[in-house]
């Protein structure tokens, strides 16, 4: 089983910018399709950003503009960039396949916090 390891999570002021960081070391890593999906407290998780394997990406309306999701096949990596960050971006990170939260493939990994506050 696959268990992904996030990173680069941490508090930020409103405005403010974090680079996420996912590793994972599955067979075939570039042939995947990955995302970025979020859990904030009291609330369900949800798909943030979606890769492909040829680098097409999807973006979840909340975060269209501000957030850019990126893949580096030779270190079996997945990063978020996050721009512009708000308050309502608070919540645990994680990476995992394919873009619904109930169906990953992979373990799900321990997650980054991302906290955005003044």
């Known amino acids: 089983q696959v268990q992904p390891v996030e990173s680069g999570g941490g508090l930020v002021q409103p405005g403010g910018s974090l680079r996420l960081s996912c590793v994972a070391s599955?067979?075939?890593?570039?042939?995947?399709?990955l995302s970025w999906y979020r859990q904030a407290p009291g609330k369900e998780r949800e798909r943030v950003a979606t890769?492909?394997?040829?680098?097409?990406?999807n973006y979840a309306n909340f975060v269209k503009g501000r957030f850019t999701i990126t893949r580096d096949n030779a270190k079996n990596t997945l990063y978020l960039e996050m721009n512009s960050l708000k308050p309502e971006d608070t919540a645990v990170y994680y990476c995992n396949t394919g873009v619904s939260p109930t169906s990953p493939v992979f373990n799900w990994g321990q997650g980054t916090q991302v906290t955005v506050s003044s």
């Open positions: 599955p067979t075939s890593f570039s042939l995947w399709t």
């Open positions: 890769i492909v394997s040829s680098g097409n990406t």
